[in-house]
């Protein structure tokens, strides 16, 4: 089946500090792998996505890369910023994007 | 380009009653999915249409559950015969699928909260 997990939070970080999220999949086939994001008050709305094995997703400084071998997708940031505070979600698309897996979430708190 | 509307944003109600929410996606999409999200927990699937064909439902889905699309624009979900268990946030998201410019991309909706008192 398909299936994401990701690292339990939340995850308080100073700013300027190195951030990383973990996340692992398990999926039939050859999935897309996503990021989303939820600021307080919003919708979720893409950070980045990748869709193949090797391929980097980045945005807004974030960057993930897209593991066959160890099936991981982890989220990398060099320097946090107090507007990075937000819930992220890692997810899964099989390969015909008629669903889309969700992980639990990850809260992450920066204090300035 | 407005997003993808939500109505409504609360919604109380007492246990067995019917509630019905609406969903407006981005006008051109020919994808609009349905997900419940409770504390804690990420969105999880409960159905899809394409244009106005419902493809698939999930098992989470009962059959006091239904949605429909009727012109393949809006969508609503109706809840009959609410329990406790439905309270969440019940999130709408559409994307376009297939042909030309076509991607992969959700947008979603600020969602409905819905508390079964």
């Known amino acids: 089946g398909n299936s994401v997990t990701q690292m339990e939070g939340p995850v308080t970080l100073s700013e300027e500090a190195f951030l990383t999220i973990n996340c692992t999949y398990t999926?039939?086939?050859?999935?897309?792998l996503f990021w989303y994001v939820q600021y307080p008050g919003e919708g979720l709305q893409l950070l980045l996505k990748?869709?193949?094995?090797?391929d980097k997703g980045s945005n807004k400084g974030f960057e993930a890369t897209y593991r066959k071998e160890t099936t991981s997708f982890h989220l990398e940031k060099g320097s946090v910023q107090v507007s990075d505070s937000a819930v992220y979600f890692c997810?899964?698309?099989?390969?015909?994007?008629?669903?889309?897996?969700f992980g639990s979430g990850t809260k992450l708190n920066v204090k300035p | 380009d407005t997003g993808v509307s939500q109505d409504p944003r609360h919604k109380i109600t007492k246990r067995g009653q019917n509630v019905t929410f609406r969903c407006d996606p981005i006008?051109?999409?020919?994808?609009l999915y349905w997900y419940r999200q409770t504390l804690g927990q990420g969105p999880e699937f409960l159905t899809y249409?394409?244009?106005?064909?419902?493809?698939?439902k999930s098992r989470l889905l009962s059959d006091r559950f239904s949605a429909e699309r009727p012109k393949g624009s809006f969508s609503t979900l109706e809840i009959q015969r609410t329990e406790q268990g439905d309270s969440a946030m019940y999130l709408c998201?559409?994307?376009?699928?297939?042909?030309?410019?076509?991607?992969?991309?959700?947008?979603f909706g600020s969602g409905t909260q819905l508390s079964v008192l």
């Open positions: 998201a559409s994307s376009l699928a297939g042909g030309a410019g076509a991607n992969e991309k959700l947008f």
């Open positions: 999926a039939t086939g050859y999935p897309s």
């Open positions: 990748a869709t193949k094995a090797d």
């Open positions: 997810a899964l698309s099989p390969y015909n994007f008629n669903k889309f897996y």
């Open positions: 006008s051109e999409h020919n994808r």
């Open positions: 249409f394409q244009n106005e064909a419902q493809l698939e």
